[in-house]
């Protein structure tokens, strides 16, 4: 399967990106098929630049796009990309967890005197 996704390149405190279109199984620093733009993040503007019409191109021919990148196309006004973004929630701890209520003892009857069975 194919997917569209950022490959780290640059110095360690000066990273940029550039979007590619890789095999999902391959390394990320790997072969790819196509570059398809760049994102620099630690420019003041910020740089996004990619080729939205090959992006959609293959999208349509079933390219899934990873979930920082699907982020960074809504920011830019892309359309549609909802369905490539996933959320995730929070894991509770102990402490968070909510207790299960444990099934309440039937009340004693005035009628009948029983106690409820512990």
Not at 48 to 65: H, L, T
Not at 102 to 115: I, L, Q, S
Request: charged share 30%; proline share 6%.
């Amino acid at each position: 399967m194919l997917t569209i996704r950022l490959q780290g390149t640059g110095k360690r405190n000066n990273r940029t990106f550039r979007i590619v279109l890789a095999e999902k199984s391959a390394p990320v620093k790997g072969k790819v098929q196509e570059i398809l733009g760049h994102y620099l993040p630690t420019r003041t503007p910020k740089t996004f630049e990619c080729d939205m019409e090959r992006v959609s191109f293959w999208i349509g021919r079933g390219a899934q796009v990873s979930n920082t990148l699907a982020r960074l196309f809504k920011r830019q006004g892309a359309k549609d990309m909802e369905r490539f973004i996933t959320t995730y929630t929070k894991k509770k701890s102990k402490g968070e967890e909510e207790a299960v209520p444990a099934p309440a003892a039937a009340p004693a009857t005035a009628e009948t005197g029983e106690k409820p069975a512990a």
